[in-house]
């Protein structure tokens, strides 16, 4: 892996079952930087980001993600590239009826913290980078759209990742707050030198918060 790279992949066929749906893929990026993926549904934006957070293997070629080599890594080792990738989604999927703490709580309990003082002082820091300070024994239902994917973004950010893939992170907002989530996504790329990922259809904010693009289609990821 070149240094410097958190993410290279180089003549890659991603493939859905016995369909290869993106072929020789070339894909490079650097910490703390960010990039949109673009393209139809159906033209390889999922399988993409699922060979990235190791749910698909890679064919041929090279892909280290992380500095994990996602040809050879073993199932059990899984859990290791995915503390480094932070996931959030369109849907939030969070549990509505608890708190914002305990939302976060569980999955620091999930992916293996147990001292509690470490794990309270964790939930503080993180709230305090999305802008959500003193918000930790609100119930998820009573926060506004943009606050749950603020809820999402901490989550994401738990175990200090290197890299936070964002599939359509704006789909369900308004205009405004999709502003203020890519406000918020390219600050933590400066502020903690985090690589993002986004994939999204909306070319607006594209246009307002310019970075590289790639596109999936016909077979291919480019850069355009």
Same mark, same amino acid.
């Given at each position: 892996?070149?240094?410097?790279?958190?993410?290279?992949?180089?003549?890659?066929?991603?493939?859905?079952?016995?369909?290869?749906? !993106?072929?020789?893929?070339?894909? /490079?990026?650097?910490?703390?930087?960010?990039?949109?993926?673009?393209?139809? /549904?159906?033209?390889?934006?999922? /399988?993409?980001?699922?060979?990235l957070y190791g749910q698909i293997k890679p064919q041929n070629g090279t892909a280290m993600v992380a500095d994990f080599d996602l040809h050879n890594?073993?199932?059990?080792d899984l859990h290791k590239l995915r503390r480094k990738i932070g996931m959030v989604f369109q849907e939030f999927h969070l549990f509505e009826d608890?708190?914002?703490?305990?939302?976060?709580?569980?999955?620091?309990?999930?992916?293996?913290?147990?001292?509690?003082?470490?794990?309270?002082?964790?939930?503080?820091?993180?709230?305090?980078?999305?802008?959500?300070?003193?918000?930790?024994?609100?119930?998820?239902?009573?926060? /506004?759209?943009?606050?749950?994917?603020?809820?999402?973004?901490?989550?994401?950010?738990?175990?200090?990742?290197?890299?936070?893939?964002?599939?359509?992170?704006?789909?369900? !907002?308004?205009?405004?707050?999709?502003?203020?989530?890519?406000? !918020?996504?390219?600050?933590l790329s400066r502020e903690q030198g985090t690589t993002i990922l986004i994939a999204t259809h909306d070319y607006r904010l594209i246009q307002k918060?310019?970075?590289?693009?790639?596109?999936?289609?016909?077979?291919? !990821?480019?850069?355009?």
């Open positions: 892996m070149i240094e410097g790279l958190v993410i290279d992949i180089k003549h890659v066929d991603i493939c859905h079952g016995f369909e290869t749906v !993106l072929k020789d893929v070339d894909f /490079s990026l650097a910490k703390a930087e960010t990039c949109y993926i673009v393209g139809k /549904s159906g033209s390889g934006k999922s /399988s993409f980001l699922k060979t890594i073993k199932d059990n608890w708190t914002v703490g305990t939302n976060l709580w569980y999955v620091l309990e999930a992916t293996g913290w147990r001292k509690k003082e470490d794990m309270t002082k964790r939930v503080y820091e993180v709230l305090r980078l999305v802008g959500l300070q003193g918000s930790e024994k609100k119930t998820i239902r009573t926060l /506004s759209g943009g606050q749950m994917q603020q809820v999402a973004i901490a989550r994401a950010l738990l175990n200090q990742p290197d890299i936070i893939i964002a599939d359509e992170p704006t789909g369900n !907002l308004d205009p405004e707050t999709s502003d203020e989530i890519l406000y !918020l996504l390219n600050r918060f310019p970075a590289r693009i790639f596109r999936c289609q016909d077979g291919s !990821l480019n850069e355009i």
